[in-house]
């Protein structure tokens, strides 16, 4: 069996079974589309832009190859897996190895994790499990098109500024659960998303990923807000950018409470997911060495004897 990077070699295989495809990454899908050809093509020409396509070559000729393809995501030390072609050769004598090589390009890159999210109901959600996928959440897509939105928005959201750092990471840590913060750290400087205030306080948090087929949203809502159903609305309506694209509202499942809102607007709920992490590293608490500081430059007191000693006079 041979696995390599993808070249000029694999055009045909990449054009053939490019229908046959498993997407794991659900944002990039939805706001971006499908396989992309020259971008998986070129993705082995500059390897500095952080995606890798990868073929897995069966020892037999006349069986069928498959193609996977990985790529950095924004967050410091995350990759995200992006698609496995075609979906009939999706099994562990051919994923194994395939994993393993996007595995060894992401770790020369300092990546520490690998993430997939894929429909529970797919074949491929437990050939994953199998490969060391786990899961550590999992969440439901709504999508809201264009016409159910109406930009009546009165600026409740607003851009977040550097000083909104320490409240919106304390509103991560108090919604998110710990399981999912060992994956999906917070980073320190984050201040690219839209925030909700009330009463000086933030209870809501947004970062919106935009694409040419759509606008991905995955909200922070603290669940002590009033009027809720007014705070989702508000954040729909004020999106900056939105023109006619539909918006997609990733609900985890802590989150779940949302959804009945999301329903009363309109929107139309996809297929259950599981949200995976492959480990590429074995994470190990460190013990801090203890040192003992010298006395008097390491010199004994006189005044203290190291061993007391008697005489007896017999």
């Not at 500095?48 to 030390?77: C, K, R, W, Y």
């Not at 928005?153 to 913060?181: F, T």
Request: charged share 20%; net charge negative; with cysteine.
């Amino acid at each position: 069996m041979v696995t390599r990077l993808l070249d000029w070699r694999d055009i045909p295989a990449l054009l053939r079974y490019r229908k046959d495809c498993v997407y794991l990454n659900s944002a990039w899908l939805l706001t971006r589309g499908q396989l992309s050809f020259p971008s998986a093509m070129f993705s082995s020409l500059s390897l500095s832009n952080g995606v890798f396509t990868a073929i897995s070559l069966p020892e037999n000729g006349d069986n069928i190859p498959l193609i996977g393809q990985v790529m950095q995501t924004p967050v410091l030390h995350l990759a995200q897996l992006t698609f496995l072609m075609p979906e009939k050769a999706i099994n562990r004598p051919l994923l194994n190895p395939l994993l393993e090589h996007l595995s060894a390009q992401l770790i020369e890159r300092g990546i520490l994790r690998i993430l997939a999210d894929i429909d529970e109901e797919a074949a491929t959600y437990e050939i994953l499990r199998q490969a060391g996928y786990a899961v550590y959440s999992r969440q439901r897509i709504w999508e809201i098109k264009s016409e159910e939105i109406q930009n009546n928005s009165s600026g409740a959201w607003q851009m977040a500024e550097d000083q909104d750092v320490i409240a919106i990471r304390s509103l991560y840590h108090n919604i998110v659960p710990p399981l999912v913060q060992q994956v999906e750290s917070f980073p320190t400087d984050h201040t690219i998303g839209m925030v909700y205030k009330e009463k000086g306080e933030i209870l809501g948090y947004i970062e919106p990923s935009y694409g040419y087929r759509g606008i991905w949203i995955q909200p922070l809502i603290h669940p002590d807000l009033e009027d809720l159903h007014q705070v989702l609305k508000e954040m729909i309506s004020g999106l900056p950018y939105r023109l006619s694209r539909p918006v997609f509202i990733c609900v985890r499942s802590y989150q779940s409470w949302l959804e009945p809102i999301l329903e009363d607007f309109g929107a139309e709920a996809g297929p259950r997911q599981a949200v995976m992490v492959k480990h590429l590293a074995v994470a190990k608490r460190v013990v801090p060495a203890i040192t003992i500081p010298t006395l008097d430059g390491g010199r004994a007191e006189i005044s203290v004897p190291f061993v007391h000693s008697e005489k007896h006079n017999l």
